[in-house]
């Protein structure tokens, strides 16, 4: 009986794994856990991707989407302030028609002229087409006997000499609502400002508050 009970234990040990297998596996496996030392080079060149990409991704949206302006002078007055940052769509012109009455960001033709490119902010006033007659301080369209309305101005503009505009097709008529103190259509030497040069619609003031503008 003996010897058949030490044959079954040592048949059982026969088929048992050994157990110095054990300790080699749990090294391998913490050795898989390790985390990798810090390398100074990769973590760079990470950086640098990050920095790349989001500068690509911010130009993209500048020239496509957005147009960031600071407006220097007081042309627009009380719409907009001397020093105020505003953004303005360009998807607006792009897919879309301008309507008078728009605050536009676009290229002025006097400098363009010359070669240089100076960006203006600007509302829509003479639609292509349009006839535009100032007279006695205020703003006739296309022959009519009533002034339009413009709620948005500073202050009423002083009286000068009648002016007469007829707007080209494809073109615009801007004037600035501070019109007492406002560089625009009326004084330009080019007074109109063509379709393909209006860049963006300004739609709110972010800087140093913001808001909608209209």
Same mark, same amino acid.
């Given at each position: 009986? @003996?010897? #058949?009970?030490?044959?079954?234990?040592?048949?059982? $040990?026969? =088929?048992?794994?050994? +157990?110095?297998?054990?300790?080699?596996?749990? %090294?391998?496996?913490? &050795?898989?856990?390790? &985390?990798?030392?810090?390398?100074?080079?990769?973590? +760079?060149?990470?950086?640098i #991707?990050?920095? *790349?990409?989001?500068a690509l991704?911010?130009?993209?949206?500048?020239h496509?989407?957005?147009? $960031?302006?600071? *407006?220097p002078?007081?042309?627009?007055?009380?719409?907009?302030?001397?020093g105020?940052?505003?953004?303005?769509? !360009? @998807?607006?012109?792009?897919?879309?028609?301008?309507?008078r009455? =728009?605050i536009?960001?676009?290229?002025?033709?006097d400098?363009?002229? @010359?070669?240089? &490119?100076?960006?203006? *902010?600007? !509302?829509?006033?003479?639609?292509?087409? =349009?006839?535009?007659?100032?007279v006695?301080?205020k703003?006739? @369209?296309?022959g009519?006997?009533?002034?339009?309305?413009?709620?948005?101005?500073?202050?009423p503009?002083?009286?000068?000499?009648?002016?007469?505009?007829? *707007?080209?097709e %494809?073109?615009?008529?801007?004037?600035?609502d501070? !019109?007492?103190?406002?560089?625009d259509?009326r004084?330009?030497r $080019?007074?109109?400002?063509? !379709?393909?040069?209006?860049?963006?619609?300004?739609?709110?003031?972010?800087?140093?508050?913001v808001?909608?503008?209209?």
């Amino acid at each position: 009986m @003996l010897e #058949q009970l030490q044959a079954g234990t040592i048949g059982i $040990n026969q =088929d048992m794994e050994p +157990l110095t297998d054990a300790p080699e596996e749990e %090294d391998s496996a913490e &050795k898989k856990k390790e &985390k990798e030392p810090f390398n100074l080079k990769k973590e +760079l060149i990470s950086w640098i #991707q990050v920095f *790349v990409t989001a500068a690509l991704i911010a130009l993209f949206i500048n020239h496509f989407i957005i147009a $960031n302006s600071q *407006v220097p002078t007081g042309s627009m007055e009380t719409t907009i302030m001397p020093g105020d940052r505003v953004i303005g769509s !360009r @998807l607006s012109y792009r897919f879309g028609d301008p309507e008078r009455g =728009d605050i536009a960001i676009f290229i002025y033709p006097d400098d363009e002229a @010359l070669g240089i &490119k100076t960006y203006y *902010v600007k !509302r829509i006033i003479g639609m292509p087409g =349009d006839t535009v007659d100032i007279v006695d301080g205020k703003v006739y @369209l296309n022959g009519s006997g009533e002034p339009i309305s413009e709620p948005y101005l500073r202050e009423p503009m002083e009286p000068e000499p009648p002016q007469h505009f007829e *707007v080209p097709e %494809d073109c615009y008529f801007m004037m600035g609502d501070n !019109r007492n103190h406002s560089n625009d259509s009326r004084r330009w030497r $080019n007074h109109f400002v063509k !379709r393909e040069k209006l860049v963006a619609k300004v739609l709110f003031q972010y800087f140093p508050k913001v808001r909608v503008l209209h």
